[in-house]
């Protein structure tokens, strides 16, 4: 665990001055070798090749994070993590994030600086930087925003809408982990200190547990696998709302009908079973529905599944099922929804 | 005035989910021709030369906006008008915003689609779209985030660090209107529906203190002379705290005095003048440190003045002072800084 001591106070970002904030976390930036101009000036300069892909995100406390449950370097790292995930689905080379952050009185300056060395860190693991920002003041909780920004190198992007029939579905990274670890949080089984004594005394459960926290509290997608993959890829989506929905998602974009195939998906459902007990939905609910391990989910030909990726079930062609499991409709709220 | 009555209710969009308000505000976004995806996949995917600009605002409620005061159209038109402001101030065309929005239950779909369609409006007027975003739920005030893209098109960005002793200080757009309204709607003589009757009967100071509420609204930067002059520019900003906080910004990035000339600030004094029994601050407090017109404050060749700029100053070698107003020194408070 991350020092949590720094959460609150010592220093008020508030008596600091924007200035004063960022010149306590520029040590921690540091900008990527295709950056013209970094942080400091009207906009960050970067040079591309292009084609450019953006997305962003908004992370509110109480809502995707929790400061009792995460160090503000793990919601730093998780900000990071989700929105690179996004740039990696593309086939996109991460190349910059600029972050907003809104923060109330009790999000100290050092605070912000954890927060920042973990999106800098997983940044820069990619061979991206922190290019540019915004610190205002939040009436609520904390607000973090981030963009990031890839080049495509001249590549094609690889879209939710390229899914063919006769693909197979395939997936790089973990499943129900993330909502594992949630799950043993909001139950108070998981604590800042780690699992609760009373929770089990197996270490293999324990070690699983901590592992499955760790994902919740920021995923590791496998971001050099995606990229590396795209080529081959016709259709790529990482995995934020549940692989059900995700998958209703490239199916509808596609035209298509994915196919499922539960046997394929037991390796992730034994993964989390053993704390099935210590959770309150099922290790295949977790598997299915449960978001935000930024697994890739993707299709290919299925005689050229790449490196990284294996199968979990094909592209049928569109029947008026969007997602189905072992040729069954699958029915039920299919994920995580924003907002809903 | 623009519809208020759609601020409140209508549809909450925590009813809607995510997918109900972006079909909701679909059709009031329009991609730019140079966007090859538009909303809806993992990212945004954009045609550019390049190099690339990127920037980011963070807009809270009750900080940056409040609903008496503002619509949401309003509240769009400003938040994407700031960002597109220092896409300019680089010299590059703006290409792309994605907007990130944090939503209470009170901001109604409604609320979003006239949000976006300010947004919208705006990027459309210089050539840009909005080409994603994300909408999550706020336990506080509505949050807005918008990340501006730009596009130098093989041009040199403008920068706060290329001053040079012997330019001409220069600047396009209005100073001090945006502070008078702010100041109008504080002391409660600007209202939803006016200027409240009693504080003037004479028609052209009403219709100026209408002039300067609107520029607080949602200021009107004159993008296309920004962008236009860049190549004559050698140093260029915003003005988003202040006209002279931003002159301290260029003065030390730069290492250079900034010596500004009353006597060409004038107009600006005049302008705004005729409130000044209305506001709490002088017409020239207002034009020296009031933000937030985004006018851009720009160095040039004292021989090369691009067409849209005046002057209002010179760059002087470096003597320990930022920033002087006909040789004094300018000491207090030098304008607004953000969490100050």
Redesign the interface.
Known sequence: MRPRALVRSIVD??E????G?LALISDVLTSAPTT??GP?????????????????????????FVQDWSSPYDIGERAAAQNL???A??G?HPS?L??????PGHAAGEWVRECARGLADRARAIGAGI???????????I?I?V????D?RGRT?V???GARVGDAIVIAGTLGMSRTGFELYDAGRMTPTGLAEEATSEKPVRELAEACAAVFRAPNPPLHTAIGAAARLHA???VSDGLARDCQRIAR?SGVSMCLDSTLLAPDCQRVAPLDELCRSTAWSRVLRGGEDHAFVATCAPDAIPTGFRIIGSVESASGIDVSVDSQPLTGPLGW????
Chains 1, 2 share one sequence.
Do not use: F, K, N, Q
């Not at 600091?16 to 200035?19: A, C, H, S, T």
């Not at 290019?131 to 909780?141: A, H, I, K, N, V």
């Not at 963009?147 to 890839?150: D, Q, R």
């Open positions: 970002a508030s600091l001055g924007e200035d904030v013209i101009v400091g000036d009207d906009c960050a300069v970067l040079e591309v090749t292009g084609p450019v892909v953006a997305t962003t995100d908004v992370l509110v406390e109480g809502e995707h995930a996004d740039v689905a593309m996109a910059a600029v972050v907003g952050m809104a923060l290019e540019g920002g915004d610190l205002t003041r939040s009436r609520g909780g607000v925003s963009t990031a920004l890839g495509l992007p879209l939710r809408s790529m989506m990482d974009a929804e924003s907002l809903a």
